[in-house]
């Protein structure tokens, strides 16, 4: 046997990574293989407790491991045979890639690795529990979009390039979504690839090539003489009195459906809610205004412990829709939609558009219209500043009109002398 170069490195996965804190627990080993300024990653069916790992030199199971002898059998003779591709196809005349070094090792092995579709089955299950359940559903959603898009066909890690994305980008647009969405699920997808990357399971970036960039559109909200609009509008019946509930709530305290909806009246004070956001998984503290203080008040005698009356998301945006149009929310307003980079622009009435989504823009526009600083709203409604800030500028254009035209007008009305 010839000697051999040492390009190979085995390591195995990070603990923290997956969500391991348990040194006697088995995690993958991987093998790093670096050739012509390249780097191949990929896990070897094999799996080791760190506490059995001589990683330091040797790189293989501890001599005083049970099969050790057996285990670093298999390392070695899969050193052996990746450098013989490599060499063999530089024999050939062959220019040896990723994907041409990992179809040659899977050749005659009979534990087929784990794809990108199951490790990121696996992402799923590890992230469950340490981010919220509304950023896990949306993680999930992105994971079945990706699944169907690939239809069955095992891809790995270094499948992953640029074209790749830019097909899946293409599914999705034909599925009926707009840029955002498709931005958010590509996000996701990058969000699991940069995982990976960090728990050693790949070392590809070519996928990060293409993107679709996120468009900020005009940001619709109420204005605060239309909350007061709704706030004074009598019910006709019990289904609109629970409509309004929950929607005014929304729009008095910034809060997500998610987070009123599961809301419990011994979370609540006289002057403020702190909560756990089901979304991020944030304490956020949120004042508790009097009129929305007054909507939980109306709900008191409800023997569930819930402080606002319990309705489904889809109801209430249906019901409001109908209240509002009764209440002559009649404004036009503009909606921006962009698809494939178009902008396309529709006129609505307010009343058209209105869903439980209105809350937390009209709590934060409202806010900037008052003079409420960005960082205050932010910590209430629990985002980064750079989020409540979109929701700022759709103020702040209105405002600048207000304001030239008050302040730079000529006392008289004529141009002076």
Request: hydrophobic content about 35%.
């Amino acid at each position: 046997m010839r000697e051999i170069k040492k390009y190979v490195r085995f390591y195995i996965e990070s603990m923290r990574a997956w969500g391991d804190q348990n040194p006697k627990a088995p995690r993958n080993v991987v093998m790093y293989f670096n050739y012509d300024h390249k780097r191949l990653v990929t896990t070897t069916g094999i799996k080791v407790a760190e506490d059995d790992w001589d990683g330091d030199k040797k790189q293989r199971v501890k001599l005083t491991v049970k099969r050790a002898n057996e285990v670093n059998a298999i390392l070695d003779k899969l050193e052996q045979k990746i450098n013989d591709i490599y060499f063999g196809a530089l024999a050939q005349g062959i220019i040896p890639n990723n994907n041409y070094i990992l179809k040659e090792l899977r050749k005659d092995n009979n534990k087929e690795q784990p794809s990108l579709l199951e490790h990121w089955e696996r992402y799923l299950k590890v992230t469950e529990v340490n981010i919220g359940t509304k950023s896990h559903e949306a993680l999930t959603v992105s994971f079945n979009h990706f699944k169907k898009f690939a239809n069955g066909k095992r891809l790995d890690f270094d499948d992953m390039d640029a074209e790749l994305v830019s097909q899946y980008a293409d599914y999705l647009f034909g599925l009926g979504h707009v840029d955002n969405t498709v931005h958010k699920n590509i996000r996701r997808l990058r969000t699991f690839m940069a995982y990976a990357k960090r728990a050693g399971l790949h070392n590809n970036d070519r996928y990060l090539n293409f993107n679709i960039s996120a468009k900020v559109g005009r940001i619709n909200f109420l204005t605060w003489e239309e909350v007061k609009t709704l706030l004074d509008y009598k019910p006709e019946n019990e289904t609109e009195r629970k409509t309004l509930s929950n929607f005014l709530f929304g729009c008095l305290s910034g809060m997500r459906y998610s987070d009123y909806h599961k809301l419990k009246r011994n979370e609540t004070s006289p002057v403020d809610i702190n909560f756990r956001q089901l979304k991020t998984n944030k304490i956020t503290s949120t004042p508790l205004l009097p009129e929305a203080m007054a909507l939980i008040e109306q709900n008191r005698d409800a023997h569930d412990g819930y402080a606002l009356p319990r309705m489904s998301s889809q109801k209430i945006n249906e019901n409001i829709k109908l209240i509002a149009k009764k209440a002559s929310i009649t404004t036009k307003v503009l909606v921006d939609t962009y698809k494939r980079g178009k902008l396309e622009t529709k006129e609505y009435e307010k009343w058209q558009i209105l869903g439980t989504h209105f809350g937390r823009k009209t709590f934060i526009s409202v806010a900037a219209s008052k003079g409420i600083s960005v960082g205050v709203v932010a910590s209430i409604v629990g985002q980064n500043i750079k989020t409540t800030m979109k929701h700022y500028l759709g103020v702040l254009e209105k405002d600048k009109v207000d304001e030239i035209m008050s302040k730079m007008k000529f006392s008289d009305g004529k141009k002076d002398e």
